[in-house]
């Protein structure tokens, strides 16, 4: 019964109405019913900003290359990773052009990204056959995350970004209620043993773990960045410019230097969970929503 509910699902989904798609799946993912008309969970509410929150502007944000303009425009071009071209289709790629090492990734999904370490044992076949999948795949229709409904499927190629030889880069993912960043979640060592925690703004270490349930905190508190306060400056500053009542604007800082990395509206789709549950209202209660 469960196979045969899927393969209706994965069918039908894109016909079914936001509301009605929305229900379905945060019972089935959450274990619970999905309140919309009177939410109060931070699962909830980004459940209800799906439906009402629909600022053509968010467009533009959530496109991994127009969104580079948004930034460079409001708060400089020192924030922005580089890119090196935009496509239409793999074909389209100039690889010639391209240094030894860089990044594709779609403009469009969460996905998309592979990245080239060396560009002469780059496997092209591998990387054609991930963009090209993530190409053919709207964002918007499982989700219903409503901005990625009208981005137009490209691909970007950008600076690889090294720091200082690490395996991987560290990301710092705040949290940001009307307009301020309240918290700063960390995630470390995506490749050997991923970690996930959360700090405030004076870097307090905080109990719980969010949208993820397996993940696990890092043995030792992590390391404040050495510009810690001008990150949060950065975040404060562009969750303002955005105006909703939660966005994650995602930072990084390499070789001592703040780069941005995007921004989003429904992390995890808004159907992860919180360990300790409690903390699913607490951000809940973090989220005040207009008048519809």
């Known amino acids: 019964m469960h196979a045969l509910f899927w393969w209706i699902a994965n069918n039908t989904y894109r016909w079914w109405p936001d509301g009605l798609w929305l229900r379905l799946i945060y019972r089935l993912k959450m274990g619970a019913p ?22 053509p502007e968010h467009i533009q944000l959530v496109d991994k290359h127009d969104v580079k303009k948004f930034i460079a425009d409001n708060f400089g ?6 890119s090196y071209g935009v496509w239409s289709s793999f074909d389209d790629i100039d690889f010639d052009s391209l240094p030894s090492q860089f990044v594709l990734k779609c403009t469009h999904d969460s996905g998309g990204v592979c990245i080239c370490r060396d560009k002469s044992t780059f496997n092209k076949s591998a990387a054609r056959q991930k963009i090209e999948h993530s190409l053919q795949h709207n964002f918007y229709y499982w989700t219903r995350e409503w901005p990625y409904k009208f981005v137009k499927p490209r691909i970007i190629a950008e600076k690889f970004m090294d720091d200082d030889g690490a395996a991987d880069l560290t990301d710092y993912k705040f949290y940001c209620f009307g307009g301020k960043a ?9 490749s ?4 996930i925690d959360f700090y405030d703004r004076e870097w307090v270490h905080q109990p719980f773990i969010g949208l993820n349930a397996d993940a696990r905190h890092a043995a030792n508190e992590q390391t404040k960045p050495g510009d810690y306060s001008q990150m949060l400056a950065l975040a404060d500053a562009i969750s303002t410019r955005v105006g909703s009542p939660f966005v994650r604007v995602d930072l990084y800082y390499i070789r001592q230097r703040i780069y941005f990395g995007e921004i989003t509206f429904f992390p995890g789709g808004g159907t992860g969970t919180f360990t300790p549950s409690e903390w699913n209202r607490i951000l809940g209660d973090m989220t005040v929503l207009p008048n519809k």
């Open 34 to 55: 999905l309140h919309l008309r009177h939410p109060k969970l931070f699962t909830e509410k980004l459940q209800w900003l799906k439906i009402h929150d629909r600022n």
């Open 182 to 190: 309240v918290y700063c979640q960390v995630i470390a060592n995506r």
């Open 77 to 82: 071009e020192q924030y922005v990773i580089p």
């Open 192 to 195: 050997s043993g991923e970690t």
